[in-house]
């Protein structure tokens, strides 16, 4: 085909996307918002979601015009490095933006059409969802394909993907930091001192605990997926343009790109929930059906179409069956963290019978259980990389990490759906809806949390990929053909690339204690100086929880933020390229297991703990009970916080070695 | 100097530290055990003790033939190589036979001693430490030199560092869930349920546990430490023919190990606490300082004369600097365990602080601190290997490890006096000696909690340090020039080897789960059936206790014993010879960390709680109080099960690697 009329399908199809984000937004904003007293809270909600994206923006925008300068100042080609790293940072940052904007105007209307149809919340919530999934693949895909039409260098294509690494760092890192602080804060002094329910209006840390499943759960997945769907679009073409040449080694991942997004708009139409009786279990599985629709559709429109593509551009099918492996490996490593999570399994139901024995054993169950959890991802993905190798060399490895995030689209709606979902919930109990809809509200919920379990586990798996897609780049960047073991240089990289993971999730679970005890204090001090606070006759100040909650997460990004610019540059100045490749190695597999563990123990606590909530075991109020929320506590960072966190890690290491790559070269390594 | 007068005077340092046993000996059992009742108690756990090596023993005499057989069918020089790992499995079951003999008879008479002088319990508590520390270093110097004088051939010796491996992992990994599994299933049962104190007599649990501080701190570390010690001087050794030429290579490393027990042995003679009046702070600083100053001398007296050892043999001082390097990084290491985990310092302060907000509060704090306090480690033997081998190569790396360790006679003879100074605090609970006594052995006890962490610390650099020989040796015996990070193969073996960590740690804390699942259903039907026990009038079956924790912990082994040994063969023989080392580099970083992490949270864990007990923060009894015991039994098995484990386990693998390296090496790889 001619390269004119490639380009106009790649382009077309980023319109696509984001003219079906503009068909959802106007099917959503078409739903009614409900009672005053609900518009009030989703309002509240948004206000405080949009307040922490203004203030982690405006630190964004000064660490951005850094990098910038840094960049065009140091990195060829200047400036026009830096200049697609501004555009990378600024789609990211809209993408956030757009998906926080509009998550936060669906959940009172999900809440509000339950009233009506069980399935007709679950459609608003879907829908919003897949607003923040087309808004991240389209606006990736625009910008990248734009970038490279006009620049036809790869060292351009790397910048773009640099700035969705920032903004990932901001808001996954600085969004997970927030989501805990605010909600251990509201809880330890609502439910433990005060005795108060969960998302009571009175409370005045629950907004800045619901804007926290935003900011975390949307946002911040968001960003983090965005920047491995950039990731593994650009790696591919860098390593494309290598092996295939300029034209078919750019176009080739970017038509997959394209084709990707319309196949998940179709698996995206194709979830149509049917109403069901009000009956809990049900209404679950028939909107896990519904969903699980979309992905099949999806993903075999996909198989077939990557065929035939690949078949027409190389000739060969070594790339499809390399991206097979990767497509493969991502819905695999899903059941795996189902099997591990659910509370239908085995590792689950055995934690809720050790919190009979007390918190001390529930949490050493649980610690194992996410230990064990890490043998199946480990393998899948050392299987997915290997075959992917020998189907299609180093070019292999980032068409696998295409394969598990080319249907992005479909499965970041799936992933963002939880969050609104559980906001919705939270509101129904806010606004004093009645039994029957805050159990309806409920069943969405429940299915979100099952969701988004996968959703983090897909995150990680992709994360790994792609960081892997970006030491393949690195390699081919720096002119790297041996980094060996033997070289005690590397060796002392991976060291070092492990100590880096330990002590940076160490820092965002620091993070999170700071900022919940600041929450903690806070809440106090509203509960002691504002009258009538306690028996509903003010009204607390939600503005401020939001506000520490952001400061404090700000706050504790800088030295992880630092560590992880600073550590690749000062190791590849000291012991040279091979050292950094050693680092990239040590933090993969350090990062990527270690994630792995923290998101399935956390989520097999927090689903034990709903376990013996259902009524197992003693229930609500037992001591078993206790050991059990004591366990999901312990959890709530772990899967909220370091072990997203790390995703970040693995990936950004990544890439400030591919930037700066070029220069350590022109270094004499020790 | 001649061949012949330099293994005369080898020889001789191993028949000098064996004699220093004997002396040590002589003195301990020249002392009275004081009461029929600490007598009784005494020999109960010596039983128990020997019941449990005994059972182990039988089990690793199967496994040693089974091992055997496949060497001498598959391994060249045959059957040489499979006779030498008899020898080293032999000697290093002797060394822990021995050790705990001496061990088990020392508690009482450390007790009794302290009755009149409490100097002279420290001195006879740290008498049979050092018959533990004398014994690895006289028959691990012994055995292998013999080996090594009767067959020049470095394959052999490599057979002999294995079979030390195998007794490691039986003893150290099955003590280590033996251990705390006999410990919180006496916990559980007599202190939560019944509500009688520690260390009573009428829990029937009492002396499976009191067994249990033996069989983990002394045999097990033992064992490990013996691992290492002969490893480093095998590594040093095989590498050392390969760059210094057969006669110096070989004679090196073992005239240094020979000196290293000379100046042991001048060392843990300076060891001469001084009486003070009844202070229990003062008398902990005058320990201390008087075991100080034993590791003083001997790392002053070993700097030195390897000073000259290695001007005259080879000439430069370049393997004299990679011998400080080790020597300075054990030493920093263990001044950065002391800082993370000792409540004097900041961290453990913190974790007690955290506890005022509940249990799961002072869990994630804990992690964060542990996972903090594995970047100086981290640093410090990345350093030290890039120092090693700046100065003197691979054969730098071995030299390095051998710095760690050749002082250990003395710094072994520190590490296990802490569980007989527990013991002895646990026979005056148990034989009801006066307040004043139980007062004393409880700050002999304090001590060995100080130099039992530093000890785990010391543990684990000096199996990290060993395990890089290690790699260092296969490079060597495999004939691997390059094992690239760049081969896909080499990425499998990390993230395999990074899974395998994560999952022989489950499986060691699962192992605790179900070992104290039993003794907590054994002690409940000991409660229920025999009359008359909870009065005191009728005496428990402690026998019963102990035979069920070591049937358990042998159970709990076979799989991550499997694991460890197929894991890397499977690798070797699908992906090739590279993929293995990248195994072990994969399961050295992790598990190395890894281990730091659990031994510090766990450490820091520990002593929070006994700074609350101390009377800090609402002392014992308060809330705070209660969320620090669950962070200390969540530690447990952190820092006595799996965490010891891993140290077993990464230099496991490497021999495993070493052993069957020339066998992969005729396999082409894929």
Redesign the interface.
Known sequence: MEPLILKIIILMAGVLALGFVGYLVATILRESEGTEKMKEISLAIRQGAMAFLRREFITLAAFTVVVFIVLAIFIEPKPLVAIAYVCGTSTSALAGWLGMNIATKANARTANATIGSWAKGLKIAFSSGAVMGFCVVGLGLLGLSIIAFIWEDSHVWLGFAFGASSVALFLRVGGGIYTKSADVGAD?VGK?EKGIPEDDARNPAVIADNVGDNVGDVAGMGSDLYESYVSAIAASMVLGVVVLGSVKGMFLPLLLSAVGIVVSIIGALSVRPKEVEANFEKQVAKAHAAMNTGVYVSNILMIIASFFIIRSFVGGLGLFWALISGLLAGFLIGQATEYFTSAEHAPTKKIAR?AQ?????T???G??????S??IP??L???A??LA??FGG?LG?AIAAMGMLVNLGMLLAMDCYGPIADNSAGIAQMAGLGKEVRERCEALDAVGNTTAALGKGFAIASAALAS?AW?ATY?AVAK???????N?????G??????LT??F???A??G??DGSFAI?NEVRRQFREIKGLMEGTAKPDYVSCVDIATKKALKAMVLPGILVLLVPLALGFT?GPEAV??LL??AL??G??LAV?MANAGGAWDNAKKYIEAGNLGGKGSDTHKAA??GD??GD?FKDTAGPSLNILIKLVGKVAVIFGPVFIMLVPL
């Open positions: 330890l433990v050790a024995n007390g918190a001390a054993v949490i050493i169950e610690m194992a259980t996410g230990m064990m890490t043998v480990v393998l993905v050392a299987i990389t290997v190798y020998i180093l490895i892997l030491l390699f790297i053909d041996v980094a060996s073991l033997t005690v240089g590397v060796i002392a991976v060291l070092i690339g492990g100590g330990f002590v999730s160490a820092l679970m620091r999170v204690g903690v012991l490749a050693g190695v040590g597999v350090t990527f297991i563990m929320v004591i506590t312990v960072p």
